[in-house]
């Protein structure tokens, strides 16, 4: 028994030997994987060599699929929903186990259901738009940065500089389409909105495009926001310059496809550069590192060596980590002891006469592991972390915002999914608390169109709106306030420089176009003015117009600028102040009959009282000076015996008045 026990571990050695033997001497000597893109365009001249240097580098690494060789097969989709659905089947028939591309949305949604049914996965570096869901598209990742996240980049913008409306200007196809309604949910978080979309059918000629932009600058809004293909979309600048779209007061910012198509130009044409001078340009950021450094030299010697022309773009470096991704996915998928596996769809049959044989369509029978393997992708590329969350996206978008001046742009800032817009870079900003303060600078200052500093409004009124059409009362009286003749242009007044004035204070221009009621000679009827006002007949009216209760129940008043009532107008005039100033509020003669009244009193007090009063008695000297004593000094306090006095005799009059009947006293 204890040498069966010394035994059995090494029996368990042996056996996975055994097994590490079988599956490695059962792993294919190569796998192939398929890329689509369009061979002749901005981003499938950079893509394709990056997916070739890609491979070419995994074959050479023993530390992925050791002993397995990736073999790429290509297909040319030619900008071509239908033909890129035929050369995507081509793909299929060669039992790949994975495709990398299409880089166009539209041909991604019809590629998706091939996938779909034939469990291949599909990595797309450049299908942006974000209806290509995992739920209805499970077999679809995207390598690449959604729009989803690129449209909130853009409403963080316009929120930043307080703009309320964009026009949206995008080609109509499922790429724009897409894009467009995402741009329009983000604006909507941020209280603003898209108040006109230009949509740009697929293959428009100049005519076609000039008729797009001729009726989104008819429109108020003065912020064009731009989502188109990059092989066709320089021509929409010159167009919009030729209509002095690029002017001051306009913005323009446009999505991640102008920058991946300056930094294709090898020798930027002067002549494009300067019908896109203060554009706002966003662009994938992919972080700093020496493996990105050495991709970018090796891939301008080979695309140097092989007289390619344009340069490399951001979608390059999601193009090869996309290869990458596949092999590290099929790695796994070998040393997890699955095989490659093909069987033919029952559903998939040849008609009697029909040439396309789709028997030779067969479906992936490890596609559901395969996929699997890929959605736990986590190593570090080009373009920072490989890695997806649970709706298949990046888990660190993020983009460049640049500032074209100049011969190439400038970099003003970033925006992440993490902090928002921001100045510092975000692989730094994720090592941090996420920093929603408004004091923090968001953004370096912009040159916008027309090499003004000054952040535009981005609104102004259509070039196809009528003028306010605003009544003003021509009256005989109080011209002061409203004053003017039968020219509409020549009405003036302190009401009229009260309603310029707060025009001016708008943060838009308001045309305006005054309307003359009256002839000059009598005053016209206010209340039909105010009538014409709410049958729409006129905007508003301008004038000395009372508030009054009937008014209010048909138009709305501003508040009142003028008080209403009588007042009385007096001159101002500068007097010095003296002891005598309790003398000005009355005239010499009121003074005269104010003491004519006291002496009055103090006589009448005297007869009355000089028999049985005895103060009043005296001389006649010092009767006079009681008298005049007594008038003056009733001003200043009363006198108690005069009203006893004055008690008695009323009481002895009013016991005669009662026939002695009864006798009162004080």
Not at 317 to 334: E, H, K, N
Request: net charge neutral; with cysteine.
């Amino acid at each position: 028994m204890g040498a069966l026990r010394l035994m059995l571990p090494l029996l368990v050695l042996l056996a996975a030997a055994a097994r590490a033997v079988a599956a490695a001497g059962t792993r294919p000597s190569e796998v192939a994987v398929g890329a689509l893109f369009t061979y002749d365009s901005t981003i499938g001249r950079a893509a394709r060599l990056a997916v070739e240097l890609a491979v070419d580098d995994v074959n050479a690494d023993r530390t992925v699929l050791a002993g397995t060789q990736l073999k790429l097969i290509t297909q040319d989709t030619n900008c071509s929903g239908f033909l890129g659905t035929i050369e995507a089947l081509q793909l299929m028939e060669q039992n790949v186990v994975a495709v990398m591309g299409p880089q166009s949305s539209g041909i991604g949604h019809v590629i998706s259901h091939v996938v779909n049914e034939l469990h291949v996965p599909l990595l797309s570096f450049a299908a942006t738009d974000p209806t290509l869901s995992a739920s209805e598209y499970p077999y679809f990742i995207r390598t690449t940065i959604s729009d989803y996240f690129q449209m909130n980049a853009v409403a963080s913008i316009v929120e930043y500089y307080q703009w309320k409306e964009v026009t949206a200007i995008f080609v109509d196809d499922d790429y724009g389409r897409g894009g467009v309604s995402a741009l329009g949910d983000a604006l909507a978080e941020k209280r603003a909105r898209i108040s006109y979309k230009a949509a740009i059918p697929p293959n428009s000629n100049t005519d076609m495009i000039n008729d797009v932009l001729f009726r989104a600058n008819m429109m108020e809004s003065r912020v064009m926001v731009v989502h188109v293909n990059p092989d066709t979309g320089m021509s929409i600048f010159s167009i919009a310059n030729k209509l002095q779209m690029l002017a001051r007061g306009y913005v323009w910012i446009v999505t991640d496809w102008l920058a991946a198509v300056l930094d294709s130009s090898a020798s930027r044409d002067l002549k494009y550069m300067s019908h896109i001078q203060g554009l706002i340009v966003l662009r994938q950021h992919t972080p700093e590192s020496a493996a990105k450094n050495k991709f970018i030299s090796k891939w301008n010697n080979v695309a140097r060596n092989r007289s390619i022309t344009s340069g490399l773009n951001s979608y390059g470096f999601y193009a090869y980590d996309s290869v990458w991704a596949v092999a590290r996915g099929i790695d796994q998928f070998l040393n997890s002891g699955q095989q490659i596996n093909f069987s033919t769809d029952p559903r998939l049959h040849d008609s009697n006469g029909s040439t396309l044989q789709l028997s030779t369509l067969k479906i992936f029978d490890g596609g559901e592991q395969m996929l699997q393997q890929l959605l736990l992708a986590n190593f570090t590329g080009l373009t920072g972390p490989v890695q997806f969350n649970s709706d298949r996206n990046l888990v660190r978008p993020a983009y460049d915002i640049l500032n074209i001046g100049g011969s190439g742009s400038q970099l003003i800032g970033y925006w992440s999914n993490y902090s928002g817009l921001s100045v510092t870079a975000p692989e730094i900003l994720y090592q941090k608390p996420p920093n929603t303060s408004s004091i923090v600078q968001r953004l370096h200052n912009v040159v916008w169109p027309g090499d003004s500093t000054t952040t535009p409004k981005g609104w102004v009124f259509p070039n196809n709106g009528q003028p306010l059409r605003v009544g003003v009362p021509i009256k005989a009286s109080f011209k002061e306030l409203v004053a003017g003749g039968r020219d509409p242009n020549n009405v003036t007044g302190y009401c009229i420089d009260i309603f310029n004035a707060a025009i001016n204070l708008l943060p838009y221009p308001v045309p305006c176009q005054f309307v003359t009621i009256g002839d000059g000679t009598k005053n016209p009827n206010y209340d039909d003015i105010i009538n014409m006002v709410a049958a729409n007949s006129l905007d508003a009216a301008v004038g000395d117009f009372a508030i009054v209760r009937n008014r209010t129940k048909i138009a709305e008043f501003t508040q009142p600028y003028i008080e209403s009532g009588l007042v009385i107008v007096a001159p101002v005039k500068q007097a010095t102040s003296s002891a005598w100033a309790f003398l000005k509020p009355f005239t010499l003669e009121m003074w005269c009959v104010t003491g004519a009244l006291f002496l009055f009193v103090g006589i009448v007090v005297w007869i009355l009282e000089h028999r049985t009063n005895e103060e009043f008695r005296g001389s006649p000297r010092r009767q006079v000076i009681t008298i005049f004593w007594f008038s003056f000094s009733t001003m200043f306090f009363s006198h108690k015996h005069c009203k006893r006095t004055w008690a008695v005799r009323v009481d002895h009059m009013v016991v005669c008045c009662a026939d002695h009947q009864f006798k009162l006293y004080c």
